[in-house]
């Protein structure tokens, strides 16, 4: 029987963001995505059980140029409504699912009680989020997925630092 914490100790580590497939789960039909077609973003896991998610678009139509942090009372609004729209970031403890068969290649992580987001609603919540984890050529491949309202989105991350 494999300890959780080794489980936790093999998953550990930060991920760069490859790609999110959204698509309907009663017919297969895939729907654009959030981010679009070549999306940025890291993942991190930490071995105290930590865990920070940040995505965002790289489609030059949903990134405006002409606006920085901090925000200016001249800058566009509808500036700052794409970049809230095609971006997302979460941070909070997580664990692994006790009730679900979980090992170092597949199972499922609880994200929460998540403690900041950039959507205010995911405060508190907890969300599953399923696992699947591959090697090829050396490289680590972790895809995580959910299924809500229908939808299945399956996110795929490569490990750029092991934890």
Do not use: C
Not at 70 to 94: C, I, M, N, Q
């Amino acid at each position: 029987m494999v300890k959780i914490a080794d489980i936790v100790n093999a998953l550990t580590g930060t991920y760069s963001l490859l790609n999110n497939t959204v698509f309907y789960v009663d017919n297969g039909t895939q729907i654009p995505s959030t981010w679009g077609n070549s999306p940025s973003g890291l993942l991190t896991y930490t071995k105290y059980g930590y865990m920070s998610a940040v995505m965002a678009a790289t489609v030059s139509s949903w990134r405006p140029t002409d606006i920085r942090w901090p925000p200016k009372e001249t800058d566009r609004a509808y500036a700052w409504e794409l970049v809230g729209r095609h971006s997302l970031s979460y941070a909070g403890p997580f664990a692994l699912n006790s009730s679900v068969a979980n090992t170092k290649t597949q199972g499922q992580f609880l994200h929460g009680p998540i403690m900041t987001a950039s959507v205010p609603a995911m405060v508190n919540e907890t969300q599953a989020r399923n696992y699947h984890v591959t090697e090829q050529g050396g490289e680590v491949y972790l895809n995580v997925w959910l299924t809500s309202q229908g939808l299945r989105s399956e996110i795929w991350w490569k490990r750029v630092v092991k934890g």
